[in-house]
């Protein structure tokens, strides 16, 4: 199995929660993050793809820098946002990278402000983002990674608008989907919006 190759303190903050062993899709996520290309994901475990993401994120970023996001990830609901969350709190602690989270129910302008003061990872839903667009309260200029997670369901009747608005915005910079094998919608999105891309099914 190949190595895996992050960062010491992410290393022990992956073995301080049992996260360790990586699995061979886990780590083969891990080296997509860190090439910097586009890759669609095709996945069977969704939690095991989520915490080789945090991982590889906390990785490529290091720390805080400037005020502008570098990393977006697209989710399909409050509770994956906050699972995504709080992994990044337990495997963060040695960082200062700040996170905010973005979708329905807090008030949107507390959420615009949180970013507007320094975002490192912002995790929304497409129709929240959509609106903090809207009110020029997410700004995409310095962004280096767009994470699709369940793309599939990202790409659905009543969300796909929203998600090919927020890509169109962001500049050309690698992206990144996740999905469940052979994902409906997901290799239509990445012709469009992340060719060439790598696509594989990690197991």
């Known amino acids: 199995m190949p190595r895996l190759k992050l960062q010491q303190e992410v290393l022990e903050a992956l073995e301080a929660n049992e996260f360790l062993p990586f699995t061979a899709a886990q780590i083969k996520t891990t080296s997509a993050f860190k090439s910097g290309q586009n890759h669609w994901l095709q996945y069977e475990d ?3 793809a989520r915490v080789a993401v945090v991982a590889s994120t906390l990785h490529m970023l290091k720390s805080s820098y400037e005020d502008v996001a570098r990393t977006l990830i697209l989710v399909e609901s409050k509770e994956v946002a906050d699972e995504y969350f709080e992994m990044f709190e337990a495997l963060g602690k040695h960082t200062d ?3 905010w989270t973005a979708y329905k129910g807090p008030k949107i302008l507390d959420q615009k402000e949180n970013i507007y003061f320094g975002a490192d990872v912002v995790i929304a839903t497409p129709q929240r ?3 903090l667009l ?3 309260g997410f700004n995409s200029a310095g962004l280096l990674t767009l994470v699709l997670d369940n793309a599939d369901k990202l790409l659905k009747v009543g969300v796909n608008s929203f998600t090919q608005r927020i890509s169109d915005s962001v500049p050309n910079r690698q992206r990144i989907s996740l999905s ?5 919608g997901v290799h239509t999105y990445m ?3 992340a060719y060439p891309f790598t696509a594989g099914v990690l197991s």
């Open 134 to 136: 809207n009110i020029e």
């Open 180 to 184: 469940a094998v052979n994902g409906k």
């Open 46 to 48: 969704a939690s095991e």
């Open 97 to 99: 990278l700040r996170v």
């Open 191 to 193: 012709d469009r919006f």
């Open 129 to 131: 983002l959509n609106e």
